[in-house]
């Protein structure tokens, strides 16, 4: 079992930057990749950015160039940098971590881009 817990979800004007961080715990030896998801209001729970063992990484078309995802080596911390952030990025942003072909989710944290 893996237990995750994102921080640093907020409000952010349009143009700024806010940071996003997971931090996984439990079994974490096993987690072969973790990503952010988000959800917004009357929407499906979409892909934002996801980052493997590797550390190859991959990306929303949407978010390409804006946002960077990135992990800690003992693989307990991954993290969310936004920038330029946009009204349309508003949303639920939900920590993920593949494991034993089990998918784990945190409770998620609110971003709000709004001026």
């Known amino acids: 079992q893996v237990q995750l817990v994102e921080s640093g979800g907020g409000l952010v004007q349009p143009g700024g930057s806010l940071i996003l961080s997971c931090a996984a715990s439990?079994?974490?030896?096993?987690?072969?990749?973790m990503g952010w998801y988000r959800q917004a209001p009357g929407k499906q729970r979409e892909l934002v950015a996801r980052i493997i063992i590797g550390g190859s990484t991959a990306y929303a078309d949407s978010v390409k160039g804006r946002f960077t995802i990135s992990r800690d080596s003992a693989k307990k911390t991954v993290s969310l940098q936004i920038n330029s952030p946009k009204p349309e990025d508003t949303a639920v942003y939900y920590c993920n971590a593949l494991s034993g072909g089990m998918n784990f989710w945190g409770k998620g944290t609110l971003v709000t881009v709004s001026s």
């Open positions: 439990g079994s974490v030896f096993s987690i072969n990749a």
